[in-house]
């Protein structure tokens, strides 16, 4: 029997990452909703909002990648 782990121990807010980057929240929060939970993004809910996106590690370097793609065209 073969058991699923997560391995992923922490995520970084769409907030933070556009202010660790340097950048606009709304603008990278419309690059990163292309990306999918295999490229590191997911949806955070609690109680009394409509969630935010948490990106992982692997999340953030391929959001780096997508944004280096991006600016070279």
């Known amino acids: ?8 121990h922490h995520v970084t807010t769409i907030a933070k990452v556009a202010k660790d980057l340097g950048e606009d929240e709304d603008w990278l929060q419309d690059v990163a909703s292309g990306m999918d939970i295999e490229d590191g993004v997911i ?3 609690g109680v009394a909002d409509d969630g ?3 990106i992982t590690d692997f999340g953030i370097e391929n ?3 997508i944004l280096k793609m991006r600016r070279e065209i």
Not at 1 to 8: C, L, Q
């Open 63 to 65: 959001l780096i990648e």
């Open 52 to 54: 935010v996106m948490a």
């Open 1 to 8: 029997m073969t058991t699923h782990v997560n391995k992923v």
């Open 43 to 45: 949806w955070v809910y």
